[in-house]
């Protein structure tokens, strides 16, 4: 939409204490708090032009997606979901 939902988070992952810079680093309880949980990702098109069909996330490489869910992971090693839109010529 014209407004994005703030809660609409395409990013949710923290620094472990493997990594550098251990002042940055967070237990799981505090990824909300230090972590980067946030609307990042964003898909532009003209509205008087385009009408919007659908939007989807993926944060597992399966279309599908785990709120709550800290990625990058084994199986999906991004940092940002995956957003898919269709969109139809007005």
């Known amino acids: 939409g014209d ?3 703030p809660t609409n988070h395409t990013t949710y992952n923290a620094r472990t204490f493997l990594q550098p ?3 940055k680093a967070s237990k799981r309880s505090e990824i909300l ?3 980067d949980v946030n609307p990042k990702d964003f898909i532009l098109f003209n ?3 385009y009408k919007l069909v659908r939007t989807t996330k993926d944060n597992t490489g399966k ?3 785990i709120e709550n869910w800290v990625f990058p992971t084994l199986d999906f ?3 940002h979901g995956i957003l898919s839109t269709q ?3 007005i």
Request: net charge positive.
């Open 3 to 5: 407004t994005p939902n």
């Open 21 to 23: 810079q251990l002042n």
């Open 33 to 35: 708090k230090k972590g």
């Open 47 to 49: 509205k008087g032009v």
């Open 63 to 65: 279309k599908r997606f």
């Open 77 to 79: 090693p991004s940092d």
């Open 87 to 89: 969109i139809v010529k």
